[in-house]
């Protein structure tokens, strides 16, 4: 029956007309509005079998976008009894396809490690014309099946939350969108990084256990895989999850444990940066302008700095225009493009007297500061400073410096008076390179597309 509203014909009224001739079953296409879904419910409670669709994220949201439409948690209980999720992903290419391993970045983002793949077989077309050189061609499904038990019921007439009822959900062992995604992922029937593009990330957060590097819940103390505890700070007496700032429990007013080495940490907290490149005169002019006021990494090519980001947080990344794989710009647009790493403080260093004047696509891909290789420390210093006020963790180091500015100017003025061959002989202690396996880093370098 096709719905009309200027004639009067409208969902509702449809479904009422349907439901006095006494059907079986009942095709609802999708239920807009509360008055729809309550006619629905009321007719799977008579007897009748209705399908019908909703937008959600998952199958666990579909339960909780009923309640928001204002039905009865205890209404849904006991009329609902299956809820299906679908994503639709890319199949690799049957005439270019080949075994390939995940980077390391799809892997930590997937909450998955190397050891993970084992017995695994991964494929990923390389690209042809049959695909026009995307790698895909076909699609299959991947599904979510929510079976409404007992538990459920239970949990969704008492707490109808979806994180309740994701947990009563996924104890009797139901398998999650990104569950099913991966299964065939390790199968070879989808890419790993189509499974990333596709299905939702289930920790927004980006909680992770310390021990095995999976993503864990916000409100997890201890990861489900290898029982480490991980927690973040709950109340001594009634169990509720705390806030790291917090000083007393708003539910039972006992008084927050606040730990002495978190409080530390934090009084010493300085800039973080990364430096992406190989040329030591790179290094030279950073680590003789930071001496020891920032704390500096480096990670000498593309691939590693896209590592690091993702591994450790980062006050600014300083680029330099030159890779040895990428090019600088070509980097700062992926740092750009990334959820996680898109408000990151980013500056790219030229070459002296550059007549290609790469500013003007540097700023287009999202570029902070521009340095030339020619400034000087104190120079250098000034534009690092500028660079790290737009971190989102600026406050922390201006916590219990409240003469930053006279530092600031004393730094400047001690960078002018250094002699240049005494900043090159006298090592940052801060400095290091980012730890990277050549392993990993040349199994990165294969994966990356050619372009």
């Given at each position: 029956m096709?719905?009309?509203?200027?004639?009067?014909l409208?969902?509702?009224?449809?479904l009422r007309?349907i439901?006095?001739?006494?059907?079986?079953?009942?095709l609802v296409g999708e239920?807009?509005?509360?008055?729809?879904?309550?006619?629905?419910l009321?007719?799977?409670?008579?007897?009748?079998?209705?399908?019908?669709?909703?937008?959600?994220?998952?199958?666990?949201?579909?339960?909780?976008?009923l309640?928001?439409?204002?039905?009865?948690?205890?209404?849904?209980?006991?009329s609902?009894?299956?809820?299906v999720?679908?994503r639709?992903?890319r199949?690799?290419?049957?005439?270019?396809?080949?075994?390939?391993?995940?980077s390391a970045?799809?892997?930590?983002?997937?909450g998955?490690?190397e050891a993970?793949l084992?017995g695994a077989?991964?494929?990923?077309?390389r690209g042809?014309?049959?695909?026009?050189?995307?790698?895909?061609?076909g699609?299959?499904?991947?599904?979510e099946?929510?079976?409404?038990?007992?538990?459920v019921?239970?949990v969704?007439?008492?707490?109808?939350?979806?994180a309740?009822?994701?947990?009563?959900?996924?104890?009797?062992?139901?398998?999650?969108?990104?569950?099913?995604?991966?299964?065939?992922?390790?199968r070879?029937e989808t890419?790993?990084?189509?499974?990333?593009?596709v299905?939702q990330?289930?920790?927004?957060?980006?909680?992770r256990?310390?021990?095995?590097?999976?993503?864990v819940?916000a409100d997890?103390?201890?990861?489900?895989?290898?029982?480490t505890i991980?927690?973040?700070g709950?109340?001594s007496s009634?169990?509720?999850?705390?806030?790291a700032?917090w000083?007393?429990?708003?539910?039972?007013?006992?008084?927050?444990?606040?730990?002495v080495?978190?409080?530390?940490?934090?009084?010493?907290r300085i800039?973080r940066?990364?430096?992406?490149?190989?040329?030591?005169?790179?290094?030279?002019l950073?680590?003789?302008?930071v001496?020891?006021v920032?704390?500096?990494d480096?990670a000498a090519?593309?691939?590693?700095?896209?590592?690091a980001?993702w591994d450790?947080e980062?006050?600014?990344?300083?680029?330099q225009?030159?890779?040895p794989?990428?090019?600088?710009?070509?980097?700062?647009?992926l740092l750009?493009?990334?959820?996680?790493?898109?408000?990151?403080?980013?500056?790219?260093?030229?070459?002296p007297?550059?007549?290609?004047?790469?500013s003007?696509?540097?700023?287009?891909?999202?570029?902070?500061?521009?340095l030339?290789?020619?400034a000087?420390?104190?120079?250098t210093?000034?534009?690092?400073?500028?660079?790290?006020?737009?971190?989102?963790h600026?406050?922390a180091?201006?916590?219990?410096a409240?003469?930053s500015?006279?530092?600031?100017?004393?730094?400047?003025?001690?960078?002018?008076?250094t002699?240049?061959?005494?900043l090159?002989?006298?090592?940052n202690?801060?400095?290091?390179s980012?730890?990277?396996l050549?392993?990993?880093r040349?199994?990165?370098?294969?994966?990356?597309?050619?372009?």
């Open positions: 096709q719905t009309n509203e200027r004639a009067g409208s969902f509702s009224k449809g007309s439901l006095r001739q006494d059907p079986d079953v009942v239920v807009r509005d509360s008055e729809t879904a309550e006619l629905a009321q007719a799977s409670m008579t007897g009748h079998l209705v399908l019908t669709t909703l937008h959600t994220n998952d199958a666990v949201a579909a339960l909780t976008r309640v928001d439409m204002g039905i009865q948690p205890f209404l849904i209980a006991s609902l009894s299956l809820v999720a679908q639709l992903v199949r690799p290419c049957a005439d270019c396809v080949a075994p390939y391993t995940p970045r799809v892997l930590t983002l997937l998955l490690t993970d084992v077989t991964p494929m990923r077309g042809c014309g049959e695909c026009g050189g995307t790698g895909y061609r699609r299959t499904g991947i599904f099946v929510l079976p409404v038990t007992a538990s019921r239970s969704l007439s008492h707490t109808p939350t979806e309740a009822v994701g947990a009563a959900a996924r104890a009797p062992g139901m398998t999650t969108l990104r569950g099913s995604g991966l299964a065939r992922a390790r070879g890419t790993f990084e189509e499974v990333l593009r299905s990330v289930d920790v927004a957060e980006g909680h256990c310390t021990a095995c590097d999976r993503a819940d997890m103390i201890a990861c489900p895989w290898c029982a991980v927690d973040r709950h109340c009634c169990a509720r999850p705390l806030d700032g000083k007393i429990c708003p539910w039972c007013r006992t008084a927050a444990v606040v730990s080495a978190a409080t530390e940490e934090t009084s010493v800039p940066l990364l430096v992406v490149g190989d040329n030591d005169a790179v290094h030279t950073v680590r003789s302008a001496d020891d920032m704390d500096v480096v090519t593309a691939d590693d700095a896209l590592t980001v450790g980062y006050d600014g990344v300083i680029v225009e030159t890779l794989d990428i090019g600088g710009v070509e980097l700062l647009r750009r493009s990334g959820s996680r790493t898109a408000a990151l403080p980013l500056m790219l260093v030229t070459e007297n550059d007549s290609g004047s790469p003007d696509d540097a700023h287009r891909s999202g570029v902070d500061e521009v030339s290789l020619d000087t420390p104190a120079e210093l000034t534009h690092l400073r500028l660079l790290t006020e737009r971190s989102l600026a406050g180091w201006h916590k219990g409240p003469s500015h006279a530092d600031s100017a004393e730094s400047i003025n001690a960078a002018e008076s002699d240049d061959d005494a090159a002989k006298a090592p202690r801060r400095a290091r980012v730890p990277v050549a392993e990993r040349n199994r990165q370098s294969a994966n990356r597309p050619k372009s």
